[in-house]
């Protein structure tokens, strides 16, 4: 499944990154906690180069826990500063400004030493598009300033959010990049909604979420869509292929039928990649560092 999204205000937020990186303390990357490694844009190292940088794993409420803490570990090792967060309802939200204290705790010395104690922290939120990055905005500055959806391609212009007296955030809109070099990514990254809905074939991606879930979570699929058991995947079925035939099975137990008494399987697609994206599944963390 080849996903391929780079629309013209995404090279704009690039140029808008670079003209406005000189003028904060420190880069905010929010990262989808369930696709840490997918969410990651790879552009973002070049482009914040030299500033230091908080992880924020946001959406750790649909993550697993385990894995969450290893994604942490793992952003640590490197020399970032971590923090969980479920910005919908708000939790872990409320240490962010401590974090970013800490992160810049040598320059506010710097700046106290000069006789700047009050001076004003300016803080670049950046993150790929559907990470939940203007709901988070919002949460920090207690009060709905960034538009926020559940959908990408939302934000379109950089824009200062006080969250108080010594806090500055620069919101920036979502930005993606050019070409998915790896199958996996893009795969995750519509799992998630991360990419528009409308650019993909909602049953091919159903297929390969139900393949995915053959085999990283069984049981939950089983349950969810009351299955007795998973039918046993022949030698030569391919994952898509097989991933049909589970969409058959769930659209059937749904009651998904049309006309001639076909099952729906589009349908069937969208209602699982729906659940999944609402949480309904459980907590599924569908990678871990390597």
Same mark, same amino acid.
């Given at each position: 499944? *080849?996903?391929?999204?780079?629309?013209?205000?995404? =090279?704009?937020?690039?140029? %808008?990154?670079? &003209?406005?990186?000189?003028?904060?303390?420190?880069?905010? &990357?929010? %990262?989808?906690?369930?696709? @840490?490694?997918?969410?990651? *844009?790879?552009?973002?190292?070049?482009?914040?180069?030299?500033?230091?940088?908080? $992880?924020?794993?946001?959406?750790? #409420?649909?993550? #697993? @826990?385990? =894995?969450?803490?290893?994604?942490?570990?793992?952003?640590?090792?490197?020399?970032?500063?971590?923090?969980?967060? #479920? =910005?919908?309802?708000?939790?872990?939200?409320?240490?962010?400004?401590?974090?970013?204290? &800490?992160?810049?705790?040598?320059?506010?010395?710097?700046?106290?030493?000069?006789?700047?104690?009050?001076?004003?922290?300016?803080?670049?939120?950046?993150?790929?598009? *559907?990470?939940?990055?203007?709901?988070?905005?919002?949460?920090?500055?207690?009060? *709905?300033?960034?538009?926020?959806?559940?959908? @990408?391609?939302?934000?379109?212009?950089?824009?200062?959010?006080?969250?108080?007296?010594?806090?500055?955030?620069?919101?920036? @809109?979502?930005?993606?990049?050019?070409?998915?070099?790896?199958?996996?990514?893009?795969?995750?990254?519509?799992?998630?909604?991360?990419?528009?809905? !409308? $650019?993909?074939?909602?049953?091919? %991606?159903?297929?390969?979420?139900?393949?995915?879930?053959? !085999?990283?979570?069984?049981?939950?699929?089983? !349950?969810?869509?009351?299955?007795?058991?998973?039918?046993?995947?022949?030698? =030569?079925?391919?994952?898509?292929?097989?991933?049909?035939?589970?969409?058959?099975?769930?659209?059937?137990?749904?009651?998904?039928?049309?006309?001639?008494? !076909? $099952?729906?399987?589009?349908?069937?697609?969208?209602?699982?990649?729906? &659940?999944?994206?609402?949480?309904?599944?459980?907590?599924?963390?569908?990678?871990?560092?390597?």
């Amino acid at each position: 499944m *080849n996903v391929q999204w780079y629309p013209g205000h995404m =090279a704009k937020t690039r140029r %808008l990154i670079g &003209e406005r990186l000189r003028q904060v303390d420190a880069v905010c &990357e929010i %990262l989808d906690a369930r696709i @840490p490694a997918s969410s990651r *844009n790879p552009d973002v190292a070049e482009l914040t180069a030299g500033k230091p940088r908080l $992880i924020v794993l946001n959406r750790a #409420d649909q993550s #697993d @826990p385990d =894995a969450t803490a290893q994604w942490g570990d793992f952003f640590r090792a490197r020399g970032f500063a971590v923090l969980a967060t #479920d =910005a919908k309802s708000g939790r872990g939200a409320g240490k962010f400004a401590a974090a970013v204290r &800490e992160l810049l705790a040598d320059k506010l010395k710097a700046y106290a030493d000069k006789g700047q104690s009050g001076r004003v922290v300016r803080v670049m939120v950046l993150g790929i598009p *559907n990470v939940g990055k203007s709901t988070f905005i919002n949460r920090i500055a207690g009060r *709905n300033v960034a538009k926020a959806e559940d959908r @990408p391609g939302v934000t379109r212009a950089g824009q200062w959010v006080p969250v108080d007296k010594r806090l500055e955030l620069l919101d920036t @809109p979502g930005i993606l990049w050019p070409k998915f070099g790896d199958e996996t990514v893009g795969l995750h990254l519509a799992f998630t909604g991360a990419v528009k809905d !409308e $650019i993909l074939d909602t049953e091919t %991606l159903g297929c390969h979420f139900m393949a995915y879930l053959s !085999e990283a979570a069984p049981e939950r699929l089983r !349950e969810a869509y009351k299955l007795p058991e998973l039918p046993p995947r022949d030698a =030569a079925e391919t994952g898509i292929a097989y991933g049909f035939r589970l969409l058959q099975d769930a659209g059937r137990k749904r009651g998904f039928l049309v006309s001639g008494g !076909e $099952i729906d399987t589009e349908r069937m697609a969208k209602i699982l990649l729906d &659940e999944y994206r609402a949480g309904k599944l459980g907590r599924l963390t569908l990678e871990l560092p390597e």
